[in-house]
């Protein structure tokens, strides 16, 4: 019997053909195996299971109807007629590749008719922990099948009956919040059936056992299991726990609510990526995320993120050249390295009721096009970006008057606005092509070195009449976008690429693939806004993270932050400015120059560096920690502390220093301070914090001196 190991960094995952070679099942996914440790394949079920097939309590890689009959299946089947389903048979040699960089699998089944084929696909990588894995369902038979669901993957967590799910919820403005749930026996779902990756939920969980209320010592581990879906169209992840068993099923890949896969003759079906990582403990999970992330981001990419200006917030639509131009000599003057004209610069955008889809400078606001403003920009020494939002029309558009028929609509059925506008159906070439040209109109027009291209609502009524393949709209949609966002790399390699959709509600792997940051959130409250950053560098990278210094306060604050505290909270990622530059004094915008200075002096740390979060931001003493080398930095926020009640100084845990070193502790502005420290004093004792950056935040930077 054939057992595959496959290798990544620090973890090892291994899966065999079942006895009679009909399916694949786990045998391992947790801490590096010695070479020659071939784990006994994992035969469940370990106790007698009645009135089920082998195939519901085996912990299958990959599950179709027609295999399992009991329990859930990650693939249905339709060919019509009734006849639902397939029984497979492993089918050639599996394809086995490994060389030093990692491993690749891909194992192929025929079911009973010999005319449908499933690849299970397996990639890792020594980089990384991060194990790809994809399916691929062929149609090589003369009759049209579906599959009302077509996922990725299974991943069998080894975590027991009893689990703990960690998950990211949301909703506009309060985006990845932190939430868990509890499995014992039952199913948890979460997903998106808007077009996008959505707000509701981030494509992203991490599993881990709940302790044994039967054998409360057997289940001792630290473990977690990471899973997300490499995708940003409609989704689904179900983690499951099932009576039988001592693993945790947790099955991801396209949504299965609204969307089905047709295969006419000869057509096959790829899915997105699903990926899956062990770590030895939660604190680690978010690092082993963020340094497989780091293959994705394009070499200059991490370092070299500017710092952005967004007027949006001082100006929304009401723009013109001179008061844009007046901003961005403010901002250049604080240290800005990117000046970014948003919503309201193109024809008749005088509000979110009209323009949307004619991507021409409004004459009266810009009577010589939007090279005045981007050469006054540059001559101020900072590149030009500009906001755009091209999957999206507004019913009073000329782009809608000449083309009706290119947004999504359920036939007759009365369309629907949301933020009034419909959504473009890019499933469709006409409407790809003209997206991708009229993008290579505009940033051949002058010279933009930054996009923002966001998203305002989610699809409804998607589907496409007369089309075959019309209930695969979001599949369609999400891969002509990726189309894009790559035809902007290939041609337009300086650009850089803001991802937003109303904030946070498209972004996962395959956006921060394509993008170079993110918009995480319209929440600029700098309370909220920490919690909403909290959850996403659980997930995803601080050199994505783009986050602006603005006026609100948002909902979780009685009274205002400080400056000191909104910066703290910006710099934690891709520091931006959001302010109203035309009517902050001089006084604070010379506190505002020092600060951006500040950052530039620790960015290469906050960008490059591992991050660690101690505390909870919702109350208390919160730490981020980022440590790269020998440097660490760290980023304090006291905004509830009870300074009558807690008399002695606040202190501070690194948990990033060199062992046996001294430290030597400079403040946020670069400042020596007579503080000196060792690692394990700093563990023990802490670090005491001056709040010399501002009374409610403080920044400390550890340098090492000696060991
Ligand atoms: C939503 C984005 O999140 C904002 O930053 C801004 O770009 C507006 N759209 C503009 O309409």
């Known amino acids: ?63 179709s109807d027609g295999q399992r009959h009991t329990a859930f299946s990650e693939l249905l089947i339709d060919r019509g007629n009734s006849r639902t389903g397939a029984r497979w048979m492993l089918h050639g040699e599996p394809r086995w590749r490994s060389d030093s960089s990692g491993d690749e699998l891909e194992l192929a089944f025929r079911d009973e008719t010999g005319t449908l084929e499933l690849v299970l696909g397996y990639r890792s990588s020594r980089e990384h922990d991060v194990i790809r894995r994809w ?21 069998n967590a080894p975590v027991g009956q009893r689990v703990r799910v960690d998950y990211l919820a949301g ?29 509701s939920f981030s494509p992203v969980v991490r599993v881990s056992a709940l302790p044994d209320e039967d054998d409360v010592a057997a289940r001792s581990g630290t473990d977690v299991y990471g ?6 169209g409609s989704w689904r992840l179900q983690g499951e726990s099932a009576a039988v068993g001592s693993h945790a099923r947790v099955s991801v890949g396209v949504d299965d609510d609204v969307t089905t896969v047709t295969l006419l003759p000869g057509e096959e079906f790829r899915t997105p990526d699903s990926l899956g990582v062990h770590a030895a403990s939660a604190i680690e999970l978010p690092s082993r995320w963020h340094e497989f992330q780091q293959g994705l981001a394009r070499e200059r990419g991490r370092r070299t993120q500017p710092i952005v200006y967004n007027s949006w ?44 889809g004619g991507w021409q400078p409004d004459p009266a606001k810009f009577p010589h096009g939007l090279g005045e403003l981007a050469d006054g920009v540059e001559a101020l020494g900072m590149r030009f970006g500009l906001w755009v939002e091209p999957e999206c029309v507004n019913p009073d558009s000329d782009l809608f008057r000449a083309h009706p028929d290119w947004v999504y609509r359920a036939e007759g059925r009365p369309l629907l606005t949301i933020r009034n506008q419909y959504v473009l159906d890019l499933g469709r070439e006409e409407v790809v092509l003209w997206v991708m040209a ?59 690429v803001e991802a937003c959709a109303s904030g946070g509600a498209r972004i996962d792997n395959a956006v921060l693939q394509r993008s170079d940051v993110v918009w995480t959130s319209d929440q600029v409250g700098p309370r909220d806004r920490l919690v909403i950053q909290h959850g996403f560098l659980s997930a995803y990278p601080s050199w994505t993270m783009s986050s602006w210094v603005a006026e609100d306060d948002g909902h979780r604050d009685r009274e205002a932050a400080s400056l000191g505290y909104r910066f703290a909270v910006a710099m934690c990622g891709v520091l931006g400015i959001g302010l109203d530059l035309s009517r902050t004094s001089d006084a604070d915008l010379e506190e505002c120059r020092r600060r951006v200075e500040a950052y530039r002096g620790i960015r290469d740390v906050i960008l490059d560096g591992d991050v660690r979060t101690h505390g909870t931001p919702h109350r208390g003493l919160y730490t981020v920690e980022y440590t790269a080398g020998t440097r660490s930095v760290l980023f304090v926020f006291d905004r509830d502390r009870d300074r009558v009640r807690d008399r002695d100084a606040a202190r501070v845990f690194p948990a990033g220093l060199c062992p046996h070193t001294r430290y030597a502790v400079q403040d946020g502005f670069g400042h020596a301070t007579e503080l000196q420290i060792t690692a394990e004093e700093a563990a023990v004792r802490g670090v005491p914090v001056a709040f010399s950056w501002a009374p409610d935040a403080d920044v400390l930077i550890l340098d090492a001196i000696e060991r």
């Open 1 to 63: 019997m054939s057992q595959w190991h496959l290798h990544t960094r620090r973890t090892s995952y291994a899966l065999s053909l079942t006895a009679d070679a009909s399916g694949a099942v786990s045998d391992y996914w947790g801490p590096a195996l010695a070479v020659g440790e071939d784990p006994a394949p994992w035969a469940e079920p370990d106790r007698f299971v009645g009135y089920a097939a082998d195939a519901d309590a085996q912990p299958l890689e990959y599950a």
């Open 227 to 232: 899973v997300a879906l490499d995708w940003s």
């Open 171 to 199: 909703s506009w403005a309060r985006e990845f919040q932190e939430r868990s749930a509890q499995v014992h026996w039952g199913t948890f779902s979460i997903g998106s059936r808007q077009g996008v990756t959505g707000m």
């Open 313 to 356: 917030m001082a100006t929304t639509f009401d723009v013109d050249i001179a008061q844009q131009l007046e901003l961005a000599r403010r901002a250049a003057a604080i240290g800005v390295e990117t000046f970014v004209l948003d919503d309201g610069w193109f024809r008749g955008r005088t509000s979110d009721r009209a323009g949307l």
């Open 135 to 155: 399916t691929r369902i062929a149609n090589h038979g003369s009759d049209t099948v579906t599959l009302p669901r077509a996922f990725s993957a299974a991943w």
């Open 438 to 496: 009229t993008l290579r109109d505009l940033l051949s027009s002058a010279p933009i070195g930054y996009l923002k291209w966001d998203m305002n609502r989610p699809v409804t009524d998607g589907g496409r009449p007369g089309d075959p393949h019309g209930r695969q709209w979001s599949v369609q949609h999400t891969r002509n976008y990726y189309r894009v966002m790559d035809m902007l790399r290939a041609e337009f390699p300086d650009l850089i």
